[in-house]
Structure formats: C-alpha cells, structure tokens
C-alpha cells in the first residue's frame, strides 16, 4: 500500500522500535510511511537497526527493509534532519553520540521544543529497566514468550492481510489482557515522567516497551511513539504544536493540544 503525502508538513515525527534486521518487523509498513513524510525533524527513538537479533545469526533483510534505508536517505536528500538516538539492540551506536554525519545527528538524548515551548526529553527508555524489570528466570521466561507471541501476530495478519482486512496487532491484545503487564507499563511511564521532572522538562517522547501512548499527567506530556512489530504507530507534532499519536496509514488515535494557539509561522 501506497500512501498519500501527509499534508502540510509536520514540524517532527517520532518513531522508534523499527527492528530492522529481525523477522518481526514490518518493513513494508515502515517504508511507505517513512516516504510519505514531510517534516522539519524526523527523531529515530531507538532500536531502529536490530543489531541484537542480527548478532543472534538469525539475521532477515529483503527488500522491504532496504526500502526502510533508502526512505530515510530520501528524508534526508531532501533536507529534514535526522535525529538518531540508539536503544538497547542499537546501543553500538552510541559510540558515535555527539557526531553529526552527513546524513544525521547521533545523540544520546535529545531535547524536543514544541512549537508552544514546551521541552521534551527524547530517549530511547531502555534506562529505565532498571527500576521496571524484574530480572532473573522470570524475565528470560517473559522474552521467550513475546518471541513467540510476535510470530503468532506476523502470521495471523498475513491471513489477514490475504483476507483484505486491516492490521490488528494479536501481540497487543493480548498484553493487555495481563495484569503484569499492565503493571510494567505503568511503572515504566511513571519511570518516565520523573526523569523529565528531574531534568525540569515539560514531558518526555520514547520508545522500547512497544506500547503507544500519548498522554498527560500532572501537566507534563508522556508520549510512547510505540513500535514497527506491534503497533505500527508514531507520535508527530503539527505546525499549530498539536501533538498526535497517529498509526501506518496516518490515521489519528490521540492527540494533545498545544498550551495555547502561536500565530502560525509564513513558511512552515
């Protein structure tokens, strides 16, 4: 599927958790997204190269994922900046944080400001496992099971997709039908939120646990551009500072409004 140009130009996208490189991503998806894209700042949030699974000498690549890479060559041949902050399956990256390459910056954080001034800390989230975790038997198990979950959402939509229905995501049912992992979620936004509050930001855009989300609590923004193995979802800001939660075909699932309404700018 092709999609029409998203009309007018945002001021930034978000996405992360493309696992380029893994055989659950879905790089057909991800590259007509990508190519349909005008924007001024386009964030890759993290683990956008699966160099973890690809290490586990389990490596996919066909040309869907190629066209990934050359939509984001494209974005970048036609002036947006590309902002790279690595995950935990990209963390190789990380050596190369502070550099700007000819083709994007690199950075360990970033720091979004949206149009009504509000300051974003951009980060992967993979630091926070620490205090999300359980660790041991318990997550090893966990992993395991997701694996095997993420093979039964990629083949029960290829009978889907053969059937001409739309994506439905049977990995994100699914979690949300356990209350453990419920209680994970939860305990990473909060993880979140009080790092923007220590660091005196306004919110914080991420990735890593493959849950869209875009929210506010207590005034300050928590927005989870989700991921290309589950959710096929993004967060985009508008030229009015309107934040939106938007899916692979740019259908809208949640938006914020910005503080107030700046006068718009002559040129975008």
């Not at 992992?181 to 855009?205: K, N, T």
């Not at 646990?209 to 928590?222: P, Q, T």
Request: include cysteine; proline fraction near 3%; charge should be positive.
């Amino acid at each position: 599927m092709t999609l029409a140009v998203l009309d007018p130009p945002r001021r930034a996208v978000f996405i992360s958790d493309l696992h380029l490189g893994s055989r659950h991503c879905h790089a057909a998806e991800a590259a007509d997204f990508i190519a349909s894209l005008r924007c001024h700042t386009l964030y890759l949030v993290g683990d956008i190269v699966d160099l973890w699974w690809m290490s586990q000498r389990r490596a996919h690549w066909d040309a869907a994922h190629q066209r990934v890479v050359e939509a984001l060559h494209a974005q970048a041949a036609a002036g947006t900046t590309l902002v790279y902050v690595p995950g935990n399956h990209d963390r190789a990256l990380r050596r190369f944080c502070g550099l700007a390459m000819p083709a994007m910056q690199v950075r360990r954080r970033a720091i979004h400001v949206t149009r009504d001034g509000r300051r974003l800390l951009v980060t992967h989230g993979d630091d926070y496992d620490a205090v999300t975790h359980f660790g041991g038997l318990q997550e090893k198990l966990g992993d395991w099971l997701y694996y095997r979950i993420l093979t039964g959402n990629r083949l029960t939509n290829q009978l889907r997709r053969r059937l001409g229905l739309r994506y439905w995501s049977l990995a994100e049912y699914l979690k949300r039908q356990s209350g453990a992992a419920e209680r994970y979620i939860e305990r990473f936004v909060r993880a979140g939120l009080e790092d923007a509050c220590r660091r005196g930001l306004d919110g914080i855009v991420c990735g890593h646990i493959h849950r869209a989300a875009l929210v506010e609590r207590d005034g300050r923004v928590y927005a989870n551009d989700g991921d290309w193995v589950e959710s096929l979802t993004a967060v985009q800001e508008t030229v009015t500072g309107e934040l939106q939660l938007i899916d692979h075909t740019g259908r809208v699932l949640a938006s914020l409004a910005p503080q107030y309404a700046p006068a718009l700018p002559h040129a975008a």
